[in-house]
């Protein structure tokens, strides 16, 4: 028994001098476990996504429709934009249903709510409103779709009643509507009980009692969602993009796969510099005609090339899976397949630069591709996360990857569109190469 515990003393004392067994261990799952909490809203008050960025454009002067619109700024998970931002030649204005559809072209969010002048048609009694998207996630479309109907059913009751009254204190003037609403309110409290003065205030505010058709009553009382108000509230949707898109899903889900997979097997190429040092091959190239940019590029140019090749030939069996259609958009995607490869390439470098050695290397590697998918949409979509990581995801090539193949894929972009994005993944590459020849070239890795 002494003899296995001397030998479980040594096993317990290798482990804790493995940093990359320590990391991969304890650090990784830890930071995952963070991020999933903040994705899904684990011991917040109001738990689910928070932050989803939606256009509202009220057209519409009938006082509730300004009521509508707070009903969906207080809704947690959404952070309404009204208003077109100030610039220096102009200050700022409520949205117009143009600004919004430039807003979801753009990129700057991808659904808009737009409630027209004429809220409740003359001609008919319901609600009239029209929804604009761009659903290129499934799971966020999904998400959001269910949000907005809630929100809508939900006051969808007090809308209607409160149209009710306005027309009627047109037609027959306010003295007459407050005695009529009076009577009604006496007679209900003297057979339901309760006090007239209070429910005659609910009936002129437009409470008629509909509020238990609602989605959340509905729901709440195990009923399904659809109700007897949808047929009377009229929601117009417009797909602003991807319309011709035969599987969007697919399209995402390949895109952030293929970006992940990339980094690992860059980063694991990268993780070959400690073994061809090991091997004496960097001395033996060095006393040739050959210096250390010419090893540094050169294994960059592989990475680049290794990644081209991994990404068409994902992204082509995702076209004889799912049918992504990949052909009419062949030159846009090996820009950004080349660039994104660039930007790879040169992260595998750094992880080289970084790491002491190949297991370092490796365990490194793995953290830091982890939580640039986590964080850049390869696993679930950006928009569930608090604002503050939305930010940070931003900064990772992962997120600018996905962007550019969903642009070329989903959005259908030109060439020009995809500039700026091109930029990015470029500069990063640039960027992070530098610094990468710069660290390994003061490093022992030659020597």
């Known amino acids: 028994m002494r003899t296995i515990l001397t030998l479980l003393r040594k096993d317990l004392t290798n ?3 493995n940093k990359v067994a320590l990391v991969l261990t304890f650090v990784v799952p830890i930071a995952l476990i963070f991020v999933f909490g903040q994705v899904f809203g684990i011991n917040r008050k109001d738990q689910g996504p928070a932050g989803i960025r939606i256009a509202v454009v009220n057209a519409s002067d009938n006082p509730a429709a300004q009521k509508l619109v707070n009903a969906l700024k207080a809704e947690p998970s959404f952070r ?8 220096a030649h102009a200050p700022a204005r409520p949205l117009t249903e143009t600004d919004a559809r430039a807003m979801i072209h753009n990129r700057e969010l991808r659904f808009a709510v737009v409630i027209p002048k004429d809220l409740f048609p003359e001609t008919s009694f319901g609600v009239r409103l029209k929804t604009l998207s761009d659903p290129r996630n499934e799971i966020e479309t999904q998400t959001v779709n269910g949000l907005l109907q809630k929100t809508i059913f939900s006051n969808v009751p007090d809308l209607l009643g409160q149209s009710l009254q306005a027309r009627a204190k047109d037609f027959v003037g306010p003295a007459q509507l407050d005695k009529f609403n009076g009577t009604i309110a006496t007679a209900i409290a003297g057979v339901f009980g309760g006090d007239a003065d209070t429910i005659r205030r609910s009936i002129a505010a437009g409470d008629f009692g509909l509020s238990r058709f609602s989605a959340t009553s509905a729901t709440a009382a195990g009923n399904p969602p659809n109700n007897p108000l949808a047929d009377i509230v009229k929601i117009e949707n417009e797909q602003i993009v991807g319309k011709q ?23 694991g190429s990268a993780a070959g510099f400690f073994d061809e040092k090991n091997a004496g091959l960097f001395q033996r190239l060095l006393a040739a005609p050959v210096s250390r940019a010419h090893l540094l590029w050169s294994r960059f140019l592989f990475g680049v090339m290794l990644g081209i090749v991994q990404l068409l030939t994902l992204f082509v069996t995702g076209s004889l899976l799912y049918g992504i259609d990949i052909l009419s958009h062949a030159g846009n995607l090996l820009l950004v397949s080349a660039c994104a490869a660039a930007a790879s390439a040169a ?14 290397a490796s365990g490194l590697a793995t953290f830091v591709i982890l939580m640039m998918s986590a964080l850049g949409g390869a696993w679930f979509p950006v928009a569930f ?3 503050l990581m939305q930010q940070v995801a931003k900064f990772t090539l992962v997120y600018w990857s996905i962007e550019g193949f969903l642009q070329v894929l989903w959005a259908g972009s030109t060439f020009v569109e995809l500039l700026p994005i091109l930029g990015i ?23």
């Open 425 to 447: 993944l470029l500069g990063i590459a640039a960027g992070v190469m530098a610094f990468s020849i710069w660290r390994l070239n003061r490093k022992q890795m030659f020597g």
């Open 385 to 387: 996360m608090p604002e």
């Open 15 to 17: 482990f804790q001098r």
């Open 245 to 267: 898109v035969k599987s969007p899903e697919a399209t995402r889900i390949v895109a952030g796969q293929a970006i992940m997979f990339l980094l690992f097997a860059i980063s």
């Open 80 to 87: 309404v934009v009204t208003e077109h931002a100030a610039t």
């Open 347 to 360: 992260f595998g470098m750094l992880i080289a630069a970084l790491a002491p050695n190949s297991q370092a």
